[in-house]
């Protein structure tokens, strides 16, 4: 499981993310949404909704695969079945 405030603040960073906007939208305050981002863990609810608001799952803290978890896809076309058989190690 990744530390869960400094990867907030990393992804946060990167996508030139205004906290204060964040912090409105999940109803705390800027200065508490400052705190977390120094804090390793947070309550599930809330985690749930400030990676909402900033567009994220939040599962991705707690997958080992950094984001490139891949799973088996099916679809039903027009033309037939389509099945994708993903192993472990390919990348989409």
Do not use: W
């Amino acid at each position: 499981m990744k530390n869960i405030g400094p990867e907030l603040n990393r992804i946060m960073t990167e996508r030139r993310i205004v906290r204060k906007d964040i912090a409105k939208e999940v109803g705390i305050t800027p200065t508490y949404l400052s705190a977390i981002v120094r804090k390793n863990s947070i309550d599930c609810e809330l985690l749930d909704k400030i990676c909402k608001a900033i567009g994220i799952s939040a599962s991705y803290f707690f997958d080992d695969t950094h984001g490139n978890h891949v799973s088996d896809i099916s679809a039903t076309t027009l033309f037939g079945n389509a099945n994708v058989n993903i192993t472990q190690g390919q990348k989409v």
